[in-house]
């Protein structure tokens, strides 16, 4: 009974820090994605090589300098400490800053490649007929790139989910803060209690395969029969 417990607070802190990271990927990586969507630089290359960093770099990597910099030793661990009373790294609030840089890349490439396809045109007719920028966004661009958004969303959310060694880098394994449903599935396996680490890998494939099943529904273009 204590170890379902323990499994359903893991499961709810992972569906914390998932929905949290979601939505501050959203709101970051949308401005982010159309910067890089409309930036005509030989430094675009750069900029998106650093955003796709992630999708490469080993997570233990980049775990290891987040926990240096989340120390009270060095600067921004200072800075969060004297903010906040309270230690940056092995918390609530690590793993949320690490997830957002670990997820960034699923949600910006979504979106960047929308805004790069949607063009120009129906932007300059907005701007023509008095729309500002705000009401361009919310009435041009946000409804022809709706599935993308859900589709950068939904992988954002799916790829924080199954994070592993950047949460338990800089996070650690503290039970209802920081220990998600793959450090509980990992401590059923140390354990050697498989039937509870079944359940929880089983939850998480067929989880992870029904949100990517939705995804490819969402973006599904029938092919059109020429007659």
Not at 52 to 64: E, K
Not at 142 to 159: C, Q, R
Request: hydrophobic share 55%; aromatic share 10%.
């Amino acid at each position: 009974m204590l170890a379902m417990d323990a499994d359903l607070l893991a499961l709810l802190t992972t569906f914390k820090v998932a929905s949290l990271t979601t939505l501050i990927l959203l709101l970051l990586g949308t401005p982010i994605a159309w910067f890089l969507a409309k930036m005509n630089s030989r430094f675009k290359v750069i900029l998106e090589a650093i955003v796709a960093l992630p999708l490469i770099l080993p997570p233990t990597v980049l775990g290891f300098y987040l926990l240096l910099a989340f120390s009270p030793q060095s600067l921004p661990g200072q800075l969060w400490q004297q903010g906040t009373g309270q230690q940056l790294a092995f918390s609530f609030s690590a793993i949320i800053i690490g997830s957002v840089l670990y997820s960034l890349p699923f949600v910006v490439q979504p979106l960047q490649k929308a805004f790069e396809q949607l063009g120009d045109h129906l932007l300059e007719a907005g701007a023509v007929l008095g729309a500002g920028p705000i009401d361009r966004f919310f009435h041009i661009v946000l409804p022809l790139t709706k599935a993308s958004f859900i589709t950068a969303a939904s992988l954002g959310f799916a790829h924080t989910v199954g994070e592993f060694g950047v949460v338990l880098m800089i996070g650690g394994n503290i039970p209802g803060e920081t220990r998600v449903l793959s450090i509980a599935l990992f401590d059923h396996v140390e354990a050697f209690n498989y039937t509870k680490a079944h359940l929880l890998a089983g939850g998480l494939l067929i989880g992870s395969m029904i949100l990517l099943a939705l995804i490819y529904l969402i973006n599904y273009q029938p092919k059109q029969v020429r007659r």
